[in-house]
């Protein structure tokens, strides 16, 4: 059984930080792509930033230069920093990973229970 844990959301103020965790558990799993999404009231889920299991990164225009995505392959780990922190970055964050079985190719996109970040003085 495959489990991602977030951590690490709360209150941020503005021009403050925050550092999202994810911990990715499972036997005889294989991570590739892992990820963080977003999810704010009454809005889509977005892409906030992505990164490959060998360190190839992607963001969302709206968080360059603001979030840095990072991993850690060897404790199944994915982080995400979070300075200059705006009011719209209000939401639900949610990690993402795709994960093959070892032995098989099946592979399966797999979902955190989502953390609340909240940007408010």
């Known amino acids: 059984q495959v489990q991602l844990v977030e951590s690490g959301g709360g209150l941020g103020q503005p021009g403050g930080s925050l550092r999202l965790s994810c911990s990715a558990s499972g036997s005889r799993i294989s991570i590739n792509d892992m990820g963080w999404y977003r999810q704010a009231p009454g809005k889509q889920r977005e892409l906030v930033a992505t990164i490959t299991s060998v360190g190839s990164t992607n963001y969302a225009d709206s968080v360059k230069g603001r979030f840095t995505i990072s991993r850690d392959n060897a404790k199944k780990m994915v982080y995400l920093q979070m300075n200059s922190l705006k009011p719209e970055d209000t939401a639900v964050y949610y990690c993402?990973?795709?994960?093959?079985?070892?032995?098989?190719?099946?592979?399966?996109?797999?979902w955190g229970q989502g953390t609340q970040v909240t940007v408010s003085s």
């Open positions: 993402n990973a795709d994960i093959r079985f070892i032995g098989t190719m099946n592979r399966y996109d797999y």
